[in-house]
């Protein structure tokens, strides 16, 4: 996990002056080190590095081969640290050491917001509103945006697909980024696409419906599927048509020709049954898509929620980050950035340890951080 320092490294440091006392990745190195042992904040910080002073220094010294003065950083000076840092380059660094290490081709890219609720309920004009693109395979944040308001949300959509490689990629996205725009911009990309419809494109919508009836019921391909867990099963039933374009030639369905590059719709029917309650609760929902295999639409259409589920989830219950009141600045996006950093190198510890995100915080804040550096996955 030593790789982590040629993210550090390359992070430009915005403090000007004579009197700087601690480089700028060694104060992001305490900080990944902290965060991997569950310290979140300043004061956390703070207390890592007192901690383990010792280990630290020599660490640094091996990695970056440079010495240390005798002090340990305070606070304020974490806090001064990551409130001037350019969360743009910040992820910048991250994205680079990534593509070096994966090839970002043929992935599916999720792409959801999130707000940092403790941030917008102290400042509520504050860019406390993400925007992030996450690789489902492999559970990295490509690149994110951040935004005062979730009404910005397109916007942010098309300002995210400037910046992540679209090309031979598929893209998911829920109704919000349902925009000719951002069509017209993944297809002329040469990226694929999967995109809820909702009543924000009513046109559509009304002709999605139209064509699940029983006039086409010859077209329609049913893929199905069935998943229990955490006292729930969940089942699911996808309804396909192929090339419905061949239908849209008359006035009638004319809506649906204004999507880029469409090759297929699909109404999926989810059924949720709670085995405690005994609550069963069902929800249909419409998709158009680049893509002409039903089973794969399926099965991407499942995994979206992978940002749900491995990224937003995590951040706010593991570490916290719905519950982070640091809002000055860039601090709230520097912290979001180094968080989703760390929690894709505990995804690569937890894949080969097969232990929970709570028992590999525990098991590091045991340990020094030269050796949580050395684990290897």
Known sequence: MENIFQILSTVPDHRRGNHLIYPIDYLLLISFSGIMSGFT???DFELYAQLH???????YKRLAKRELMNYTPSHDTFSYCFRGLDPKAFQEAFKSWLLTVYEILGEHICIDGKTIRGVRKLDPDSD??????YIAGIRASLN??????KSNEINAVKELLDVIDVEG???????IGTQKEIVDKIVSKKGEYILQVKSNQPGTLLELEEHFCSFYKDEIITTEGLESGHGRVETCKLESIM???RFAETEKYRDLNKWANLQSIHKLTSSRYDKKKKVESLQVSYYISSLSNAEKVCKLIRNHWAIENNLHYCLDVILGEDRSLRRKDNAAKNVNIIYKIALFFLERLKSTSKRSFNALQKINALRKPSQILSSDF
Request: proline share 3%; aromatic share 6%; glycine share 0%.
């Open 169 to 175: 990629n598929i893209l998911t996205i829920d109704a």
């Open 144 to 149: 994110q945006v951040f935004i005062s308001k």
């Open 128 to 133: 406390s509103h993400t925007v992030t693109a």
């Open 41 to 43: 904040t300043w004061s």
């Open 53 to 59: 002073e010792e280990d630290l220094k020599m660490l």
């Open 243 to 245: 090339n419905p374009l």
